[in-house]
């Protein structure tokens, strides 16, 4: 059985090496994105409605503070939110400070921009296992 498999969308490279990191010693396999970059900004998803990297991935754990958020132009934070609450996956979304939130249970929680990493890792870890239980 091959290991869970978890999207990671990050801009910043410390972080997204960092939060990788933990993901990978937790048993995950990580494949990471820097989400839209320069120089328009507009990603694959963006642009053709459909995430080649979603489709393999059994979560996904998005931080919505993306470069085209910054430049004002491109694919948004909000336009890749939707695409990949489509996909059906479990979706983390690092966003504000804050406890954890369950935005739509079992499928979408919210956690502060800079998780520890036992809310990280504790929150994708629920949300897989709540969906392996619904798919069950």
């Known amino acids: 059985m091959r290991p869970l498999s978890v999207l990671l969308v990050e801009a910043d490279p410390e972080e997204r090496e960092r939060f990788g990191t933990w993901l990978d010693e937790a048993g ?5 994105c820097p989400g839209p970059t320069g120089p328009d900004y507009t990603c694959l998803g963006g642009r053709e409605g459909t995430c080649p990297l979603v489709v393999e991935a059994d979560a996904v754990v998005i931080d919505l503070a993306l470069e085209s958020e910054i430049v004002l132009t491109g694919t948004f934070a909000e336009e890749l939110l939707a695409l990949y609450a ?5 979706l983390v979304v690092l966003g504000r400070k804050g406890r954890t939130q369950h935005v739509a249970e079992g499928r979408i929680a919210r956690v502060g921009r800079h998780p520890a990493r036992d809310e990280l890792v504790g929150t994708v870890r629920r949300l897989l296992a709540l969906a392996a239980t619904a798919d069950a």
């Open 28 to 32: 995950f396999e990580v494949v990471t």
């Open 86 to 90: 489509y996909s059906d996956k479990p």
